[in-house]
């Protein structure tokens, strides 16, 4: 499994505080786990992340190799907020089926079960989730997800990790203007890859450069690609690649 960071923001001002940063609507809390991102004024991926409520604090479960600059970016922007961020000693606990208690649907794909954190470590997981989250186009923090990314591109609206009616956060001039105003000429799709390709492996298209395969798991995978060159029989290396699903 992945390993995760969990951390929690106590103080009053904490939601407010979350609001004007993160991509999503930070008042669904009171409904559920909220998927979202926290991202650079000109509009581009630093970290994606979920938040709960646990009463009134906030809990937040971020990648681990994303946990430390994500809480320094939080602190710089906290200033005079009366808002305290705390890690935790929690752990992450995923499934499929039904949501335990404590848990959480994730909001992501209703085929991504749950997700709940509890103090005590969870089991070795039965589930592949790579490769189900590659199989549900569900990209990967840090991998499929890099800080080159626009969250627009990589399907967070599908995602349920942006919200466009919630009002000014980092990011969101860029983020509403390429939803408004432009088609999205690439972006993350599924892709069958067919033969030896890693991750990170150029994809060609009629000679020319078609985009990069991000992650695989079996014969799919999760590719940035240009979508105008992203017809019909593609190259990864001695690979054959074919678009499924933009």
């Not at 390993?3 to 669904?28: A, E, H």
């Not at 432009?182 to 298209?205: F, H, N, S």
Request: one cysteine or more.
């Amino acid at each position: 499994m992945t390993q995760r960071r969990i951390f929690r923001l106590t103080g009053p001002d904490s939601r407010s505080f979350l609001q004007g940063l993160v991509t999503n609507d930070v008042t669904k809390l009171e409904s559920g786990l909220v998927y979202t991102a926290m991202l650079t004024p000109q509009g581009k991926y630093i970290a994606d992340f979920f938040l709960s409520a646990d009463g009134n604090d906030v809990l937040l479960d971020a990648d681990a190799g994303q946990a430390d600059g994500l809480i320094q970016r939080l602190s710089m922007y906290k200033l005079r907020a009366d808002v305290q961020i705390t890690e935790t000693a929690l752990h992450v606990h995923r499934g499929l089926g039904q949501v335990p208690k404590g848990g959480w649907a994730d909001p992501r794909h209703t085929d991504l079960g749950w997700r709940a954190y509890f103090a005590e470590a969870p089991t070795e997981a039965a589930t592949d989730w790579q490769a189900l989250q590659i199989s549900l186009m569900v990209p990967q923090s840090g991998v499929d997800l890099t800080p080159d990314t626009f969250i627009l591109e990589a399907g967070f609206e599908r995602l349920k990790g942006v919200d466009f009616r919630k009002g000014c956060y980092v990011g969101q001039e860029v983020t509403a203007r390429m939803k408004h105003k432009t088609e999205l000429r690439k972006g993350l799709a599924l892709v069958k890859v067919d033969g030896p390709a890693e991750a990170g492996t150029d994809i060609v298209a009629n000679g020319k450069s078609a985009g990069t395969l991000m992650s695989r798991a079996g014969d799919l995978g999760i590719a940035y690609l240009r979508f105008e060159r992203a017809k019909g029989a593609m190259t990864a290396g001695e690979a054959h690649v074919v678009m499924i699903d933009p």
